[in-house]
């Protein structure tokens, strides 16, 4: 189906650029197909400014939208499922607490699949307008450099070649390099919740219950045998 539809695009002209907006819109929704192979298709037939502008408005387009309505409908279910994943409570608090910076960041280096920060700042208090920003800035490098590597497709392969290739480098070694400085982060706040959770209830354990709270079952008296009973009542007598 998508060939189908990139071959379209290959015919160049008003139709490619529509054609090339919308299968950027879908394949956000539904990654079946990488958005830079639809924005090199678009550089390679239509002038490079329309193909950037085209393909750069559909991917913001697409994931501001979806960041609405992950937002408005499905903000609970999105924490439930993914809190379990190591990285994601990390990645969440660097969202939250960085706001606009966080997101263009995680936009300019491709550390986590866009689809993700998606899901991740729409449990975060960022707003509409910095978010919609930052991930208009953010995508514009990726767009820009795929395009123009399919701009020069035809006549320039090696500038393609070239273009991509330090791209993928790059930006790639960043990536790498910032996602293992968060794991670290993560696991530096987790553990020492984790060993104070684990005092405090050792604690629990050894310290007697505090004043206003339900303490612990009494324990059973002694029996007390006939005999005692009877010097209880000749000593109370005398």
Request: charged letters at 15%; aromatic letters at 10%; hydrophobic letters at 50%.
């Amino acid at each position: 189906m998508f060939g189908h539809w990139l071959h379209v695009i290959h015919q160049g002209g008003a139709t490619a650029a529509v054609v090339g907006f919308v299968l950027i819109v879908i394949v956000s929704y539904v990654p079946l197909l990488p958005i830079p192979v639809v924005a090199a298709a678009m550089g390679a037939v239509l002038p490079y400014w329309p193909a950037l502008l085209a393909a750069w408005a559909a991917a913001t387009l697409a994931a501001i939208s979806k960041f609405w309505l992950e937002r408005l409908f499905f903000q609970k279910h999105v924490q439930r499922v993914f809190s379990r994943y190591r990285g994601w409570d990390a990645l969440v608090r660097f969202l939250d607490k960085n706001g606009f910076v966080a997101v263009l960041i995680t936009r300019l280096i491709p550390v986590f699949p866009s689809a993700l920060i998606n899901f991740a700042s729409a449990v975060t208090g960022i707003s509409m307008g910095a978010f919609s920003l930052a991930t208009a800035l953010g995508k514009l490098p990726a767009i820009m450099t795929f395009t123009l590597a399919g701009h020069h497709l035809h006549g320039n392969v090696w500038v393609t070649v070239v273009i991509v290739t330090l791209y993928v480098l790059i930006v790639g070694w960043v990536a790498i390099r910032f996602r293992r400085a968060l794991m670290a982060r993560s696991d530096s706040e987790t553990g020492p919740t984790v060993q104070n959770e684990a005092i405090k209830a050792g604690e629990a354990k050894i310290h007697p219950v505090p004043d206003g709270e339900s303490p612990g079952p009494e324990e059973p008296e002694e029996d007390r045998t006939v005999g005692d009973e009877e010097r209880e009542r000749g000593s109370s007598e005398g």
